[in-house]
């Protein structure tokens, strides 16, 4: 694994991870204030729980600007230097590890949200 956050590129990974642990702590923190407080201001913590989940999204689009940027520079390689097919295959599928990396990010948040938004909605609904 430490592997592919590097070869994905330090910079675009680094960021990736940092949106990943935002958007989970920014989650799970509204769904601990919800559920220990007795104040019922559940459609707010839906709105601050949707909020997480646009994080996962701008990690997705982090990850395909990573893949723009990689494969930019690839390609101004190819304009000068003589390749081969095998290093072409070789360059885009590190190009697509950022890519991958964001997708994966944004179902997580998804799954996060989807999963805590109906247990807030269910002990909204008991009140």
Do not use: C
Request: hydrophobic share 50%.
């Amino acid at each position: 694994m430490k592997d592919l956050f590097f070869q994905g590129g330090a910079l675009f990974m680094g960021i990736l991870t940092l949106l990943l642990l935002i958007s989970f702590a920014w989650m799970i923190y509204h769904f601990i204030v919800f559920f220990n407080s007795d104040d019922a201001r559940g459609k707010q913590v839906l709105r601050y729980m949707s909020y997480g989940r646009s994080i996962g999204l701008l990690a997705l689009i982090t990850g395909i600007l990573g893949q723009l940027v990689g494969l930019h520079n690839a390609f101004e390689v190819l304009e000068t230097t003589p390749v081969t097919p095998q290093m072409l295959a070789g360059g885009l599928k590190v190009s697509s590890i950022p890519t991958m990396y964001g997708m994966i990010i944004y179902i997580l948040s998804l799954i996060l949200w989807f999963g805590f938004s109906q247990m807030i909605e269910n002990r909204i609904g008991d009140n």
